[in-house]
């Protein structure tokens, strides 16, 4: 008799859940880094999304999917009405199957910022993975410095909550996470968005600017909201005892 997947290597729980050939989604992970990996819905087919997310919830586990594409959104619809516990987040930008998705979180706050409404929607699609990881969320929105007074009124209102991290959404020239990098007391982690056109259009212009910084400021890649929420969680994340490496050793007087 062949061994099942969930229970290879002397009767431990395999890290990896396997479905068909095409999947080997990776449970361990929280375990390991601190996050949940994300399903990327974008480039699957339709039945390889389905067939991950029906097992997955077989296996009692919950999950969260990524930029599901319209067909992909059909189908889960159709899941739905079967009874399947899905449900759509930042209009239908994120998927969340309820269930655990592993990690321990430290209580926390992010704040989310951005320089327009056009990048509410990427801003939206954070909130969705930070809220369902249980970390608090503070939010401010079209305070770019096109009228840098919104930005110092925002930037007051939320600093009462104590950010721990500012998640700083811009597109266009991408100038207001360096503006707050270098008015805050906190990480800051710049999203350049794919908001403008012409001459370095589509995220470009604010990823090199951002890039460019001269206040303290890490940077992700254009668009990548789950990326940034991620990294920001990580700040949250409760070491498992298995994850500590050794005591470092004892300095000599």
């Known amino acids: 008799m062949t061994a099942s997947p969930a229970r290879r ?40 999304l389905v067939s991950i997310v029906r097992q997955l919830h077989r ?13 992909q959104l059909r189908a889960v619809d159709r899941l739905i009405a079967k009874g399947l516990p899905l449900r759509s ?10 269930g655990p998705l592993g ?37 401010a929105f079209d305070v770019g410095v096109a009228g840098l007074h919104r930005l110092l009124r925002a930037l007051r209102l939320l600093e ?4 721990d991290a500012y998640l700083v959404f811009a597109g266009r020239e991408g100038s207001l996470p360096t503006v707050v ?13 794919s908001v403008g056109y012409g001459r370095g259009g589509r995220g470009e212009a604010a990823l090199s600017a951002m890039l460019q910084s001269c206040a303290p400021l890490a940077v992700v890649n254009i668009d990548a909201a789950v990326p940034a ?7 949250f994340a409760r070491a498992s005892p298995r994850t500590r490496g050794p005591s470092p050793p004892a300095r000599k007087p």
């Open 89 to 98: 987040l930042a209009g239908g930008r994120l998927l969340r199957l309820e």
């Open 229 to 235: 929420a991620l990294f920001a969680a990580q700040l």
């Open 181 to 193: 990098a270098g008015l805050v007391h906190a990480p800051v982690i710049g999203v350049p968005t």
């Open 9 to 48: 290597n002397g009767g431990r729980r395999s890290p990896e859940l396997r479905v068909g050939q095409f999947a080997r989604v990776d449970r361990d992970r929280p375990r390991r880094v601190g996050v949940p990996e994300v399903i990327l819905g974008e480039g699957k087919t339709v039945e390889h």
């Open 103 to 139: 990690g321990r979180y430290r209580p926390g706050t992010v704040a989310l910022l951005t320089a327009g409404t056009s990048d509410v929607p990427l801003a939206e699609e954070a909130r969705g993975v930070l809220d369902e990881l249980g970390i608090e969320v503070v939010t």
């Open 160 to 163: 009462r909550s104590h950010p």
């Open 59 to 71: 296996s009692g586990l919950g999950a969260l999917i990524s930029r599901p594409t319209a067909s």
